[in-house]
């Protein structure tokens, strides 16, 4: 579904119920918001925070952005031809597109690697992107805020350095690269507001 729809369901939803979101073969994604917090989530605002959940089977977990950026990477790994194409498809989820339409142009293609289904991955981008803009509460240096974590999507593309570096920057909390995020982020000086499509492969 388009992003502004998908936000308004997590706007609304209800406390400690599961709300399925997406389905594919034998795994599905789902949100639910708890009524109370652990003491990890002591700071969060129990009205606008939620979790999200992957079910494979019996087998449920709670992803983290590192599992999109995992499978992205590990993707144009073994299929270098489609990395703008990769690129494209996760550019448009961020702009608010509808993950089950932006990937019809890759999803029968053949990936060796991969953890996700790309309809799953794609999906369980979407929400993370909505999780930035509905859930982070804290000052950002990007804006859009959800600008950091789409420039790490497109880092993780793109960039030719190892999978083992690059997430070692995302757990240490590192912005992605500035040429993935500085034209379009509204708090850069060289904020752009007449971009091309993937701008940043350009430089």
């Known amino acids: 579904m ?3 729809k998908l936000y308004k369901i997590i706007e609304q939803l209800p406390f400690d119920e599961k709300v399925q ?7 599905s994604i789902y949100v639910i918001r708890p009524s109370k917090l652990s003491k990890r989530f002591k700071d969060y605002d129990v009205n606008k925070n939620f979790q999200i959940y992957i079910k494979e089977g019996k087998r449920e977990f709670k992803p ?10 590990l993707r144009v790994r073994s299929r270098k031809d489609l990395k703008l194409e990769l690129l494209k498809v996760f550019d448009g989820i961020f702009y608010g597109e509808n993950p089950e339409k932006v990937i019809k142009t890759i999803e029968n293609e053949k990936f060796d690697h991969y953890l996700n289904s790309i309809k799953i991955t794609a999906t369980l981008s979407q929400l993370f992107l909505i999780e930035q803009e509905y859930s982070y509460n804290k000052e950002s240096k990007f804006e859009p805020k959800t600008l950091f974590y789409q420039g790490w999507i497109r880092e993780f593309i793109d960039s030719p350095k ?7 920057s995302v ?7 500035a040429k993935y995020t500085n034209k379009e982020n509204k708090k850069s000086k060289k904020y752009d507001d007449s971009l091309t499509e993937l701008w940043y492969i350009e430089e």
């Open 2 to 4: 388009k992003y502004e």
């Open 21 to 27: 979101i997406c389905e594919d073969q034998n795994t």
């Open 64 to 73: 983290n952005h590192l599992r999109v950026m995992i499978d992205l990477n």
């Open 162 to 168: 190892e999978i083992d570096n690059l997430c070692m």
């Open 171 to 177: 757990c240490s909390f590192r912005p992605p690269t």
